[in-house]
């Protein structure tokens, strides 16, 4: 299995795209009948499980008919902090510009 966090993006797109198809084969799913399910070509789904390319519409769709939908839910999720990274964060001041020194005008 392929680490996501250090894949390229073309490797991610690459296996999001297999993975997609093995949950369709999984599901016993034709690729004719998963287009039509998701209002797509075959084309368009077979080029998606190839080399993982397709608009995000298309790829939530194509999830959403797969039920597979619920697995975006931790997707940028922020992460919740812990009591004391809290503290920190509401001690630190606004954000300020940093110092520079003031320039000599030449006369």
Known sequence: MVDLSLAL???VCLTLGQRAR?????LNVSVEELAARVGISKKTLSN???TGRCTLETFVR???AM????DLQNVLVSQSLSIEDMRLKAAVRARQRAYTKARK???
């Open 9 to 11: 993006p073309d490797e």
């Open 22 to 26: 093995e949950r369709r084969l999984m």
């Open 48 to 50: 998606f499980e190839h």
């Open 62 to 64: 194509v999830l959403e």
């Open 67 to 70: 039920g597979a939908l619920a």
């Open 105 to 107: 005008v030449a006369k």
